[in-house]
Structures are given as structure tokens and as C-alpha cells.
């Protein structure tokens, strides 16, 4: 049952700052605007973390004192966030309060009044993400998974157009990603030596961060791949309705990840309408199935210190695997097509937005 009550809720959202934590920002402003539609009563702000405000304190004459009905934080779970949200997870700040928590891994550094912090308190996107914060002692009340606007990944032909013309006569392979090493973009570029032996019309598109193109083309040169693969250094720096279009204009979407704590871009590229190629690991095959996509096997499982805040589970696999599974999918292009409309049917089901953070309400 959605949470009932004779007055307005009072909604506080809190984000990175702007120019961080991209897909946090998204996320907070998502789940406002699946409340607002939901109850439209609902009074929600989604505030950065660094501005300093006292949030149960109305400046009216005489003073009045609230606490927010519900405090909802999304980040990746960490000690000094943890910190944080403690303080507005207070009673004299929140009735409720749930930590929107991701982790790629297991996470350290924790000790037990921390954990104590978080107890029941913490709400994850993804089965994988609970699981490991339970291995590390931390109890999570429920899972949720992140919510999309539909609407927001609509056709828009000038721009489709646009970038299927710029590959006229290629069948293009996306992938977005921030271009750092877990990423997988190395045996991703290795992958596509063995592919174009196959399908030497195929092209991989990348964006990354800028900070990457130059390390990454060196890879394609060492591979004498530049006639195969395009990147471009725009992670983080297009308008929504440009990386869309790119999920759109698309053959294939490859996921070369070695780990993830929700992975969105998968998402996003199935409410386009677009199969995924992805290694079978969690939380990424919560997303894809073979109903949708290509899963390949990893070979086994490292684990990478991310500034001792985490040890990142990562699955590394060969390339050879990888490759296996984009010419498979090259070989049946009916399958393809089939599996795109597979794709975007689960994804609209499985994470409408007004369906995911609806749940927010009715958590006790």
C-alpha cells in the first residue's frame, strides 16, 4: 500500500554537486519526478550535498520546525557518505530515510556504529549490489531497481538520421563508457581484430571521457584497427537526446564492462530497442537474457582496490568470447531485430519509472 497521510509529504533528495556523479544527478531528479507524478501533492527538492541549509527549520514568523517525511540519499555506498547521511537520517531531520546504495564490490572501511547507521536503512538498485553489502555485514531493507522515463528515449529522426549517415553502409556496434580500465574497452578493441576477419563492414563506435581517446587509440592502432573503430572523448558531455539517438542509430550495443553496480547504459540501449552483447555476470544479466541479448562466459574473478574505499568485483573474460558473441549476433541479423523488440519489451515493463520509485512510498 502507498503511504498515506492528511498532508503534503515533504520529499528531500540529495545529489552530487553539478560536474559529478552524472548518473547519481539523473537518478535523484528521476525518482522527484516519478513522486511528483505519482502524488502530485508531494512537495520534493533535489538539493547538491554542498549546499548548507538546516531542513527542519521554515523561515516563516512565528519559526516553524519539520522534519522531512522521507530523505532518500543516492550514492555509492561509502564510509564518509555514510557520514553524511546519518546526520539527515536523524530524527530531527527525517521520519524516514533511505541510503539509494550501490556498490560495484565489497566495500571497507566500515566499522559497526556505521553499519549500525545503515541497518535496514539501505535501499539497493540492484540483487548483485545487496548481495555484497550483506557480505560485508550490512543489512539491506529492500531492493528497487533504478526507473527510466520512457518518453525520454523516444525516436528522433534528424539526429538518428544524422549519425546513421555518417556510417552509411556499416553495421555499427555502440558502446558508452567512461573509458577507465575496468571498463573493458582493451579487450573490447582486441575483440573487434577477430570480428572484422568475419565482418570487415563492421564498425565500433566509443565514447568516453576525453582524458582517454588518446590511450585508447593507440590500442587501435596497435591493432591496425582505425578503419574499424571511431572514438570520441563525449562521456558525460552530451545532451540526453543525443546519446539516444547514438542508442537508436545503433546495430548492436556491446557491453564490454568487467563489472558494474547497476550498469544503466544497458538499459537505456533496451528501451531504444537495441540487444545487448554482454558477459554474463551480475548485476548485468539481471537486465539481459537471451530473450534479449548475447550473454558470454567470463573466466574468472579479480578483485581491484579502488582507493580503499572498495574491492571492485571485477569478471574478466577472453576476447576471443566476446568476439564469439558479436559475430553470432553479426551471422543472425532477423535475431537481432527480434531481440530488439524483446529487449525494449522487458525493459519498459521491468523499469518504468513510475513503477520502480513508487516503491519508495510504500517502504516502512
Known amino acids: 500500500m502507498v503511504w ?14 553539478e560536474r559529478e556523479g552524472v548518473s547519481f544527478r539523473e537518478v535523484g531528479f528521476t525518482i522527484a519526478q516519478a513522486l511528483k507524478k505519482i502524488r502530485p501533492t508531494i512537495n520534493v527538492s533535489v538539493d547538491p550535498w554542498t549546499r548548507v541549509f538546516v531542513p527542519n527549520v521554515k523561515l516563516t514568523n512565528p519559526l516553524e520546525f519539520n522534519t522531512w517525511d522521507l530523505f532518500i540519499f543516492p550514492m555509492t ?71 527510466f522515463i520512457p518518453e525520454q528515449y523516444g525516436f528522433r529522426g534528424d539526429l538518428v538520421r544524422s549519425i546513421i549517415e555518417r556510417f552509411k553502409g556499416r553495421i555499427l556496434l555502440y558502446y558508452l563508457s567512461s573509458g577507465i580500465r575496468r571498463k573493458g574497452i582493451t579487450p573490447l578493441i582486441e575483440a573487434m581484430s577477430i570480428v572484422v576477419k568475419k565482418h570487415p563492414e563492421a564498425i565500433l563506435y566509443l565514447d ?37 539517438a547514438k542508442y537508436h542509430a545503433c546495430d548492436l550495443y556491446v557491453n564490454a564492462s568487467l563489472g558494474e553496480g547497476f550498469c544503466m547504459p544497458v ?49 574478466v573474460y577472453k576476447p576471443e568470447a566476446l568476439a564469439e ?3 553470432d549476433a553479426l551471422d543472425h541479423p532477423e535475431e537481432i531485430k527480434e531481440k530488439g523488440v524483446k529487449a525494449y519489451e522487458k525493459a519498459v515493463r521491468k523499469y518504468n519509472y513510475l513503477v520502480t520509485y513508487k516503491k519508495f512510498l510504500e517502504l516502512e
Not at 79 to 100: E, G, I
Not at 221 to 229: F, P, R, T, Y
Request: glycine fraction near 6%; charged fraction near 20%; aromatic fraction near 10%.
Open 325 to 327: 558473441a558479436i559475430i
Open 4 to 17: 498515506e497521510c492528511s498532508y503534503a509529504l515533504n520529499v528531500q533528495i540529495i545529489i552530487p554537486p
Open 208 to 244: 568516453v571521457l576525453p582524458q582517454f581517446v588518446e590511450e585508447h587509440w593507440r590500442t587501435v592502432q596497435k591493432h591496425k584497427l582505425e578503419g574499424n573503430v571511431v572514438i570520441e572523448g563525449n562521456f558525460g558531455n552530451m545532451p540526453k537526446e543525443l546519446v539516444v
Open 77 to 147: 555506498v561509502a564510509p564518509n557518505a555514510t557520514t553524511l547521511f546519518a546526520t539527515y537520517a536523524s530524527p530531527l531531520y527525517s521520519k524516514r530515510a533511505w541510503y539509494y546504495g550501490v556498490v560495484e564490490g565489497r566495500i571497507l572501511g566500515f566499522n559497526d556504529l556505521m553499519k549500525a547507521y545503515l541497518r535496514r536503512r539501505v535501499v539497493t538498485p540492484s540483487n548483485f549490489a545487496k548481495q555484497m553489502l550483506e557480505e560485508c555485514g550490512i543489512e539491506v531493507k529492500d531492493v528497487i531497481p533504478h526507473g
Open 267 to 315: 538499459v537505456e540501449a533496451m528501451l531504444c530497442g537495441k540487444p545487448v552483447v554482454t558477459c554474463d555476470f551480475p548485476p548485468v544479466n539481471e537486465h539481459v537474457d537471451k530473450s534479449c541479448g548475447w550473454l558470454f562466459p567470463y573466466e574468472r574473478i579479480e578483485w581491484e582496490n579502488y582507493l580503499n574505499i572498495m574491492n571492485i568485483r571485477e569478471h
